[in-house]
């Protein structure tokens, strides 16, 4: 019985396939990988927003300005959100020092950068969450969430407002 094996022309008809396959494959996988990064998004964005409506319930003559925490600019390293980025603690900066007035921390280091505002009078207070996971300097996700954001305009590819009961 003889043996038989596979030509050059079967080995590299299976190489191609291979190859095509993974071409498209990892695109998928990078763009999957991003969208998971971004998860906490929504998450955080929710439970900030909750906390700043208790605070503007508080007083209605309540001002509060948070800076972006953490910086949405650009590490050292080059990338903004494509590592985990501790939650600044700092009162040297006046937005960090509102952060501890507010009272509100994620749990561990976060990829999005989060500003919070509250202006006087009743229900009128918004939640900004902006991701940038791949590092361009554009957020591949931003989220607004408040009263009288009905006429801001969009920056990032998706955008949700919420209303005031979220």
Request: aromatic letters at 8%; proline letters at 6%; charged letters at 20%.
């Amino acid at each position: 019985m003889a043996k038989r094996a596979f030509s050059l022309i079967e080995l590299m008809v299976t190489l191609v396939i291979i190859c095509a396959l993974f071409l498209i494959l990892i695109p998928k996988l990078l763009d999957a990988q991003r969208k998971a990064k971004s998860a906490e998004l929504a998450a955080n964005a929710g439970s900030l927003f909750r906390t700043v409506r208790v605070y503007s319930g508080a007083d209605d003559n309540a001002t509060l300005h948070t800076g972006f925490n953490p910086s949405p600019q650009p590490s050292a390293a080059g990338v903004a959100g494509a590592v985990p980025r501790t939650w600044n603690t700092g009162v040297d900066d006046a937005g960090l020092a509102a952060w501890g007035e507010l009272g509100w921390k994620p749990d561990g280091a976060v990829r999005c950068s989060y500003q919070a505002t509250v202006e006087p009078g009743p229900d009128f207070f918004w939640v900004i969450g902006e991701c940038d996971v791949d590092g361009d300097g554009r957020p591949l996700q931003s989220v607004r969430i408040g009263d009288g954001l009905r006429k801001e305009l969009a920056l990032g590819s998706r955008v949700n407002v919420f209303p005031k009961n979220f």
